[in-house]
Antibody
Framework: QVLLLQSGAEVKKPGASVKVSCKTSGYTFSDSYIHWVRQAPGQGLEWMGWINPITGDTNLAQTFEDRVTMTRDTSITTAYMELNRLTSDDTAMYYC???????????WGQGALVTVSS | QSALTQPRSVSGSPGQSVTISCTGSRSDVGGYNYVSWYQQHPGKAPKVLIYDVTNRPSGVPDRFSGSKSGNTASLTISGLQGDDEADYYCCSYAGSYKFVFGSGTKVTVL
């Protein structure tokens, strides 16, 4: 069974950084990209970018190019998303999702709630 | 990249059919046959319903179907059931290995 297990909820102050992890299991880590998607409270889904688990190459949505870093640790089949210079607008549920080439986002992690508040 | 445009809400009675539109541009929906649809129940992660415009992953009921015409993709739910009450999102490839989601549609079963 393919599973993506994300780290827990975080509360951060404006200007701080947050790093969310996504532990994968049940499949070969190298055969799928990991994508990150966020959802602000009561709002829609927003694609953030992906990481290639083999090379570590990333591709970010323009909105996040200067504030997001995506990394991975192949030894523990875990992907990470770090968001810097947090503002209240970054309060959201952050999801990781597996995507095989030419396929779809599946499965998704359970989400990690990040709250930015002074 | 702006979100794809979906109606804010649609509704139907049990057994009826509803269709959700997803309008983009030639840079995304109209330019590629890589549109997928996701269902999200409150407090849950999204689940895929349709990929590559018309394909259903195994396990997804054939009550869900997808299509595309020009810059607009559509998801049709036939034989509406109570559990279909959820939010639905389209997603399209947008070139340069990037993706864009729709604004989301809330489906209400009357």
């Amino acid at each position: 069974q393919v599973l993506l297990l994300q780290s827990g909820a975080e509360v951060k102050k404006p200007g701080a950084s947050v790093k969310v992890s996504c532990k994968t299991s049940g499949y070969t880590f190298s055969d799928s990209y990991i994508h990150w998607v966020r959802q602000a409270p009561g709002q829609g889904l927003e694609w953030m970018g992906w990481i290639n688990p083999i090379t570590g190459d990333t591709n970010l949505a323009q909105t996040f190019e200067d504030r997001v870093t995506m990394t991975r640790d192949t030894s523990i089949t875990t992907a990470y998303m770090e968001l810097n210079r947090l503002t209240s607008d970054d309060t959201a549920m952050y999801y990781c999702a597996r995507k095989k080439f030419l396929e779809y986002f599946d499965p998704w992690g359970q989400g990690a709630l990040v709250t930015v508040s002074s | 990249q702006s979100a794809l445009t979906q109606p804010r809400s649609v509704s139907g009675s049990p057994g009826q059919s509803v269709t959700i539109s997803c309008t983009g541009s030639r840079s995304d929906v109209g330019g590629y046959n890589y549109v997928s649809w996701y269902q999200q129940h409150p407090g849950k992660a999204p689940k895929v319903l349709i990929y590559d415009v018309t394909n259903r992953p195994s396990g997804v009921p054939d009550r869900f179907s997808g299509s595309k015409s020009g810059n607009t993709a559509s998801l049709t739910i036939s034989g509406l059931q109570g559990d279909d009450e959820a939010d639905y999102y389209c997603c399209s490839y947008a070139g340069s290995y990037k993706f864009v989601f729709g604004s989301g549609t809330k489906v209400t079963v009357l």
